[in-house]
């Protein structure tokens, strides 16, 4: 054994080890319970970073560890291939996104092996294959037969700087592109789209059942979807026909309303603003078109509006009230217009305030003092409290008064109990080159035509003018536009809009189940195996959109009968972010990556991997530390070095362990816990850095010994067969060397990546003595060690002849005893 811990020497002897014997492949052992262990596959947009590499160390730690605890285990790889991140980043080098996708793909891999990740290579999918997005062209078929597909017209994101239409999803703060941080603006433009919220009831109801996700992406969710449930109630306009239709979630407060507000974008803006009153009125509705949302809504953006001139009747008091234009109203959510309760909403209360308009109080506490009257109001009060000035239903509890209005609403006509949702349909089209075409081309005769599925896949042609501008660079092609109408076999145009990234990414994880499959997206049979994934890596920035999206393509496939369940995974894992250097997020943008590859080359894939592991939780943030990561060097050369030490053990037999006494029956102890805890950690919360700290205790108990006898070299050996095991998942390379050389011959032809995990004897876990505080007045005054199963005056009699107590005692009258059993003795005096 080479007394030199040297990395590079052993990693790629391990890796093609592993490599040639097959170790990883999924179905191995069919007769075993399956694990199905997955991270978010990267975008190959450039080189691999530190980012990429905590996410894929955190699941091949769970997969390793699973395979060793006996499972059958399913942990694939692919790439993100298609999408604007890759056409981006082509446009800017002057290059094809084919090439450029192609060479990162290549880099991707070679960093991920050199990582030791146990990826079944032989599932490797790349989503800018035509073998895969024939089936998102398959999917987008079956979809439009089902009327889950649609095309539509209307107001679309249009990204400025990718030139293109973006999801909802994709807007960030402030109206930018989450892709470039370039504005975003409204756009009517025709798009496909699929029907989300005909699914938007099922994929509420179904984060229920997710209770192994994190509770902020599922509360995240919860809030995208946006289940409102209230009423909607008909304004007829004053000497008109028109009525203008609001939705509120508190009906109970109609009586409190003095004013009604549609958005500057409501189809009734033009007419209901009566003439006198148009230009002003026209004057604010174009400076809020060239005002972006976030800015009008933001918290804390002042409220303006404008009156229209017209009033409209409040069905429940028949009482005219004005209808005002205001920038805090915005077309696309509820109806577009609002009726506005002043006395019990704080936004209502701020614009009625500047602009003069009443304020009603109609609600009052349940208990404490009464609300005001609107004139000598303080601030709005928008708690649920029981109703005044309300007609018949004065004196009723809100939720008793909402119920009775809205049934009164429905009998007279003019309105009844609604469901508004946040969620919006998915737009997923795009004007771009570098993603999944479209099947359907475009017939003078026939319109719209679905290409045939056994004319898939309608591939991209391998040329195209990509500028980032203008129309689609697929409508420069004309070898790709011009075709014939499955129809009529008349001259038809191909639609020349691809489909967005994430329609790739929603049901990627099906194909790994058969990726080589020709004749289905994958096997359903497989299916019933694997899915749901078992365990689910990636970032939480996905919660709204790779997250929503995969939830609800699940739902289709399982409506399709591809799968048994209706939830895509049973288990989220968010991994918090990598700082760069200057404790930004390491991402290109900032340029602050720092490269797999260059720290392997100086520390070793093992080293690389335990600092992205022990640095903090998964789901915590960790900063970049070249000196953290030195330091962990320096840990496993320990390790290293002792295995050195310690050749001597290698050869203690198993049976002398029952004779081990003194400070070797406490290693053995010591051994069987550190087995426990990593084991218990691994298992429950992932706890890799409390289990590598676990390790590192073993390591240091291991250093102070120094064993003669076989019984004393046998418990040494026996933690150093159990630290290399348990090294297996967060270190595998040196754990397979350190492994084979304790156990020498005998495991020659066998891999420690397949051997069972340890275990460990339960009495062996329990400490013989246990540490007690000694606190006099509550101050900690000193220390007992005490067999763990002394009782009460057992701890008291040691702790009262300890000399550092005793001083403390000595000539004063003990008041009192509070003894905890297992942690303290606390000592009242007095004197």
Not at 196 to 212: E, K, N, P, Q, V
Not at 423 to 450: E, K, M, N
Request: aromatic share 10%; proline share 7%; charged share 25%.
């Amino acid at each position: 054994m080479n007394e030199r811990y040297e990395p590079q020497s052993i990693e790629t002897r391990w890796q093609k080890r592993w490599d040639e014997a097959g170790v990883f492949k999924a179905g191995r052992r069919p007769q075993a319970e399956p694990r199905y262990v997955l991270e978010m596959f990267p975008y190959p947009s450039g080189a691999m970073h530190m980012g990429h590499a905590r996410v894929y160390t955190i699941g091949d730690a769970l997969a390793r560890f699973l395979r060793m605890r006996g499972h059958d285990v399913l942990h694939p790889i692919g790439y993100d291939a298609l999408g604007l991140p890759a056409e981006n980043a082509a446009i800017k080098d002057g290059r094809h996104p084919a090439e450029r996708t192609a060479e990162n793909i290549v880099s991707f891999r070679a960093d991920m092996k050199r990582l030791g990740f146990s990826f079944d290579w032989d599932r490797e999918i790349v989503t800018a294959d035509p073998s895969y997005y024939r089936w998102n062209q398959w999917f987008f078929l079956k979809m439009l037969e089902k009327g889950i597909v649609y095309r539509r017209q209307g107001k679309a994101n249009w990204c400025t700087g990718c030139m293109t239409v973006i999801a909802n999803e994709q807007v960030v703060d402030d109206n930018l592109c989450e892709r470039c941080s370039s504005p975003v603006v409204e756009k009517v433009i025709g798009e496909w789209a699929f029907r989300i919220t005909t699914y938007a009831d099922r994929l509420l109801a179904g984060l229920d059942t997710l209770t192994a996700w994190p509770e902020r992406i599922t509360t995240m969710q919860r809030n995208w979807i946006g289940k409102s449930t209230g009423a909607e109630i008909d304004f007829e306009l004053q000497g008109g026909a028109e009525k203008i239709k609001v939705f509120t979630t508190r009906i109970d407060t109609i009586f409190g309303c003095t004013y009604v507000v549609l958005a500057p974008e409501h189809p009734l803006t033009a007419a209901v603003t009566r003439p006198e009153r148009r230009g002003e009125v026209e004057a604010f509705v174009a400076r809020m078109k060239q005002t972006e949302a976030a800015e009008r809504t933001g918290e804390g953006a002042p409220k303006e509006g404008v009156f229209t001139g017209a009033h409209a009747v409040n069905p429940f008091t028949g009482e005219p009230v004005p209808v005002w234009i205001a920038n805090f109203v915005l077309a696309g959510y509820g109806t577009g217009a609002v009726m506005s309760v002043p006395a019990h909403d704080r936004r209502d209360l701020e614009f009625a305030r500047k602009y003069g308009l009443p304020i009603r109080t109609v609600i009052q506490p349940v208990t404490g003092d009464r609300t005001p009257p609107g004139d000598q109001l303080g601030a709005a009060t928008t708690e649920d409290g029981v109703t005044e000035g309300s007609g018949p239903f004065s004196g009723l509890p809100s939720a008793e008064a909402r119920e009775k209005m809205s049934a009164h609403a429905t009998a007279g006509g003019f309105g009844g109990t609604a469901v508004r949702w946040h969620l919006r349909d998915w737009g997923f089209s795009r004007q771009r080159y570098w993603g999944t075409p479209i099947p359907i081309v475009y017939c003078d005769a026939h319109g719209a035509v679905p290409v045939p599925i056994d004319q898939l896949p309608v591939k991209l042609p391998p040329q195209a003018i990509i500028t980032g501008t203008g129309e689609p660079p697929l409508a420069k092609v004309p070898e790709f536009v011009n075709t014939t109408c499955p129809i009529c076999a008349k001259p038809a145009r191909r639609e020349t809009e691809t489909m967005d990234t994430f329609v790739d990414s929603a049901w990627y994880y099906a194909r790994y189940l058969s990726p080589r499959d020709e004749t289905q997206p994958f096997d359903p049979a497989l299916a019933r195996r694997w899915l749901p994934v078992d365990v689910y890596v990636g970032g939480p920035e996905h919660a709204v959109m790779h997250l929503l999206y995969f939830r609800f393509w699940h739902r289709v496939m399982h409506e399709l009968g591809l799968t048994a369940e209706p939830e895509p995974c049973k288990r989220l894992v968010t991994q918090g972010i990598v700082n760069g250097p200057d404790g930004r997020k390491m991402s290109k943008r900032w340029n602050n990556v720092v490269a797999p590859g260059y720290m392997v080359d100086r520390f070793g894939a093992d080293t690389v991997r335990l600092f992205m592991l022990f640095a903090a939780p998964p789901e915590k943030d960790i900063d970049w530390s070249d000196e953290q990561v030195d330091g962990l060097f320096r840990f496993l050369t320990r390790v290293w070095r002792l295995f050195h030490a310690r050749q001597a053990c290698f050869g203690a037999s198993e049976t002398a362990l029952a004779r081990a006494a003194g400070p070797f029956l406490e290693l053995r102890r010591r051994t069987h816990r550190t087995i426990k805890k990593v084991t218990e950690g691994m298992q429950d919360d992932l706890k890799f850095n409390t289990a590598i700290a676990a390790l590192m205790e073993l390591m240091n108990g291991l250093q102070g010994l120094e064993p003669k006898a076989e019984p004393e070299q046998a418990a040494v050996r026996e933690a150093l067969v159990a630290m290399a095991a348990l090294l297996a998942p967060f270190a595998p390379h040196v754990a397979e060397e350190l492994w084979h050389e304790v156990l020498g011959p005998p495991a020659r032809d066998r891999l420690l990546a397949e051997e069972p995990w340890p275990t460990f004897d339960a009495p062996l876990t329990v400490a013989d003595t246990v540490t007690i505080a000694v606190q006099v007045n509550g101050k900690l005054r000193g220390e007992v060690q005490v067999p763990t199963a002394a009782g009460e005056a057992e701890v008291r009699a040691a702790a009262e002849a300890e000399e550092k107590v005793k001083g403390y005692l000595s000539g004063k009258a003990v008041k009192k005893v509070v003894y905890v059993k297992g942690r303290l003795v606390n000592y009242v005096v007095a004197g």
